[in-house]
């Protein structure tokens, strides 16, 4: 089977979306598929050499490019196209893009890594004629869609790269000194200062990692690295590191926006604290949080500097929270969402060239 991969990447979008896509990609692998990727937005950090890179040829996102992707399957032989460009820098452009989409049904499978809230596809252009709708998210409600669309819709099929589900247990300390502070793949609005800013208020004698990812502004970088090395704290500055994984293992607690990395923590038992970066987000991380999974301080712009670094030494000292939050987490996430998500794509595959043969049969 040879499945297509569009997706976006950016400083606005940032890199999670990519990097989920990238590990349903290697599971597709591992069950023996070929995996090519079509990618948008700017560039990409390095890849595994085995998969195959599609550049849009010129600036946008994919949903400017639909001429482009359409020659591309007349040329190519796909058996799916999984989709994952549900975001607000391109969403009031989907229309135009979704008609095209329509007819690519026609020529192969169409699967939709949709997101949550006001950025969801499904929920703003229910129209797209799709094949299987994927929503992994916690307490996501369901979506109405045709009686031949396969829904997989909520935290069964959260997309964890496996090398956080086999992480070691985390051990719950007395006093949380190890604290992991990151932001996104682009940081935008420049919360990692604020979060450091905040943590020199702290009473708490603090080790912190601030994880700088790819798409950060170079000021931005800069001023956290002027930060590290005059901070009363001890400030190590992370560069683009290729996953989380073993920082999650390291931390004792977490101050993060609320990007998908919070699904994350989630598997790896990890105590964070949230902040998102505006309240569409905000109203979206309700229903993780409802779990018991995270401290949730709102919108970034809304919390002050004391505020926060006061919020820090409550958690960083209250063992008993940090536990149940890590305890929580991992029951809410199984890591087992990814090979069932490949897994329906494949089935859904057959049954569907099933259905065309019979048709064509029927016909002629």
């Not at 690519?104 to 699967?111: M, P, R």
Request: net charge negative; glycine share 6%; with cysteine.
């Amino acid at each position: 089977m040879h499945l297509l991969i569009c997706v976006d990447v950016g400083e606005k979008v940032g890199l999670g979306h990519f990097s989920r896509c990238l590990v349903l990609a290697q599971e597709a692998n591992r069950q023996g598929w070929q995996v090519s990727f079509l990618v948008g937005g700017g560039l990409l950090p390095a890849l595994d050499s085995q998969l195959n890179v599609f550049s849009i040829p010129r600036k946008g996102y994919v949903v400017d490019h639909s001429a482009f992707l359409t020659r591309l399957i007349a040329e190519q032989c796909f058996d799916a196209i999984l989709m994952d460009i549900s975001h607000d820098s391109t969403l009031e452009r989907y229309e135009g893009f979704a008609a095209d989409l329509n007819r690519i049904n026609e020529k192969c499978l169409v699967a939709l890594l949709d997101s949550s809230g006001a950025n969801s596809i499904s929920r703003k252009y229910p129209d797209t004629v799709i094949d299987i709708l994927i929503v992994p998210y916690v307490g996501e409600p369901p979506v109405e869609v045709r009686d031949d669309c396969l829904s997989l819709i909520g935290a069964e099929f959260a997309i964890i790269d496996p090398v956080y589900h086999i992480q070691p247990v985390k051990m719950i300390k007395a006093i949380a000194r190890r604290v992991l502070v990151t932001c996104g793949g682009g940081d935008p609005m420049a919360v990692s200062m604020k979060v450091l800013d905040a943590l020199e208020l702290c009473q708490a004698d603090l080790d912190i990692q601030c994880v700088i990812g790819p798409y950060f502004d170079e000021g931005l970088i800069k001023s956290l690295k002027r930060f590290a090395d005059c901070s009363s704290q001890h400030v190590e500055c992370v560069i683009a590191p290729l996953n989380l994984a073993d920082h999650m293992t390291w931390a004792d607690l977490s101050i993060s926006t609320s990007g998908l990395t919070k699904y994350e923590f989630s598997v790896t038992g990890t105590p964070v604290i949230l902040l998102s970066i505006d309240e569409l987000h905000h109203r979206v991380n309700q229903r993780f949080l409802s779990a018991g999974t995270a401290v949730d301080l709102g919108v970034y712009d809304s919390v002050d500097n004391q505020d926060l670094s006061q919020m820090v030494d409550s958690v960083v000292a209250d063992m008993p929270l940090r536990k149940k939050m890590s305890e929580a987490g991992r029951r809410t996430i199984d890591g087992l969402g990814v090979e069932r998500i490949v897994s329906s794509i494949g089935k859904k595959i057959v049954e569907k060239n099933q259905n065309s043969d019979e048709a064509r049969e029927a016909t002629s």
